[in-house]
């Protein structure tokens, strides 16, 4: 069963517009940590913003945000006042602990392209 | 950038060949991992070094194998190369192991072509 399930294969937003991208994930642990990264052309994946899962506030990096629900198991990434660079391919991933290393599994990806 | 650093950029190589790729960590940085991106996927864990030793690995076979240096740089190697081993081998750095494991900074990854 896929572990991290990224529904949306790609989105389109307007340039200045706020857009969210789905993630939801599945676990069995209650300690674990939430990752979104940004993947443009070049490769290189860009670490973007983390959640634990005992955070009780919602992670906020600049124009990023985690809108975290737990009962739910969500993780979904708001992006607001979107930028031409902001399009890219955008991974969210799960850190788990497995006899005392730690791994990240990622979901397929959503391809975001923002519009002038 | 992040300070993780891959060479080379891009590789192509022969079925059956054997391929190195190496990964200089960001400074302070003592645990190093390999992924694998095909095309269109999101990364998959290969293995994971941690002070200089394997402590722990993904679903790949042993001809995938690798090094990690007291400056915590890191090789992978890969032997025997498959047409399905064409893929994008990112390395991750990042500082301890298990629950202590901080957040990991990517490189820009090695582009593998194997015709």
């Known amino acids: 069963a896929q572990k991290i399930t990224q529904t949306q294969p790609g989105m389109f937003v307007q340039e200045k517009e706020a857009v969210t991208l789905d993630c939801t994930y599945d676990t069995s642990d209650q300690s674990y940590g939430l990752f979104w990264y940004k993947q443009p052309s070049s490769g290189e994946m860009i670490f973007l913003i983390y959640q634990g899962s005992y955070d009780e506030q919602n992670a906020t990096e600049g124009r990023y945000s985690l809108n975290f629900q737990k009962a739910r198991k969500s993780a979904n990434l708001v992006i607001s006042a979107s930028q031409l660079g902001d399009s890219a391919m955008y991974f969210c991933?799960?850190?788990?602990?497995?006899?005392?290393?730690?791994?990240?599994?990622f979901g397929k990806g959503t391809m975001l392209l923002v519009s002038p | 950038e992040t300070g993780v650093t891959q060479s080379p950029t891009h590789l192509i190589k022969t079925r059956g060949q054997q391929v190195t790729l190496r990964c200089s960590s960001q400074s302070g940085h003592n645990t190093v991992s390999w992924y694998q991106q095909a095309l269109g996927q999101g990364p998959q864990f290969i293995f994971q070094y941690y002070r200089e030793e394997e402590n722990g690995r993904g679903n790949f076979p042993p001809r995938f194998s690798g090094l990690q240096f007291p400056n915590y740089s890191s090789e992978l190697n890969v032997n025997a190369l498959e047409l399905d081993d064409s893929a994008l081998y990112l390395c991750?750095?990042?500082?301890?192991?298990?629950?202590?494991?901080?957040?990991?900074?990517f490189g820009q990854g090695t582009r593998l072509t194997v015709v």
């Open positions: 991933a799960m850190r788990e602990v497995n006899s005392g290393y730690s791994t990240l599994t």
């Open positions: 991750a750095s990042s500082i301890g192991q298990g629950r202590l494991n901080t957040e990991a900074f």
